[in-house]
């Protein structure tokens, strides 16, 4: 019963080196999506995706990108890693879009830009 | 738009205390309303939820009130223990328009229960 597994756990990058994300779900979940939580700032929403081959932008896109190409993966890039990307990425997959759904959460990838 | 006001942290109590952490909300509509517990170093997990006004969710001790009249969602425990200590995130969901793909969060709120 894995649930929202997210790979790597732990990752330090040098600024301008690139790296993808990986999320995967078992739930057969049509939506998922990607934050980054700092300190004192909450969740913030970098994208999402409604479904097999679909993404949009949340509230903090800028210097990721993502791809949706089967519905149980959600992918996150870094094409040029800088200092401020330094965070906590959470990956989360909702079933559908009624309210009394919540979203399922993975645990995580800390990651540090030197 | 839609949004959740959570009160500030962090909260610290001791053992057998009585807790509540506010939330209120913003909504368009009749949203749902979830509260989630984020323990050190994992993900968010579902605690409790309540879908309509009246409902009371509850879990591990911890009750929440849907109120519509004062659009609000406060949790509550009658005993914290040590392991109570987490990250405690209210959110609100809409069924339809604008925002409706995603929850809505607060901020969070950190409970450090001493023994």
């Known amino acids: 019963n894995a649930g929202v597994t997210q790979t790597p756990k732990f990752r330090v990058l040098k600024t301008g080196q690139s790296m993808t994300l990986l999320c995967a779900q078992d739930?057969?979940?049509?939506?998922m999506y990607w934050y980054r939580q700092d300190p004192g700032m909450g969740l913030r929403l970098i994208h999402y995706s409604v479904g097999e081959g679909t993404t949009a932008k949340g509230e903090v896109p800028d210097g990721y990108n993502v791809s949706r190409l089967k519905k149980q993966n959600f992918l996150l890039g870094l094409e040029s890693a800088a200092p401020s990307q330094t965070s906590v990425y959470f990956c989360a997959s909702r079933l559908g879009t009624a309210s009394n759904q919540p979203q399922h959460f993975g645990d995580g990838t800390r990651l540090s830009i030197l | 738009g839609n949004s959740v006001t959570q009160m500030e942290g962090p909260v610290t109590l001791s053992e057998e205390a009585f807790l509540t952490i506010n939330c209120t909300y913003t909504?368009?509509?009749?949203?749902?309303l979830f509260w989630y517990v984020q323990y050190p170093g994992e993900g968010l997990q579902l605690l409790l939820k309540?879908?309509?006004?009246?409902d009371k969710g509850s879990n591990k001790g911890f009750e929440a009130t849907y109120r519509k009249e004062t659009t609000s969602f406060h949790l509550e425990k009658g005993s914290v223990q040590v392991s109570d200590s987490a990250v405690y995130f209210c959110?609100?969901?809409?069924?339809?328009?604008?925002?409706?793909?995603?929850?809505?969060f607060g901020k969070g709120t950190k409970l450090s229960v001493i023994p």
């Open positions: 959110a609100l969901s809409v069924g339809s328009g604008a925002g409706s793909y995603q929850l809505t």
């Open positions: 909504a368009t509509g009749y949203p749902s």
């Open positions: 739930m057969n979940h049509e939506y």
């Open positions: 309540a879908t309509k006004a009246d």
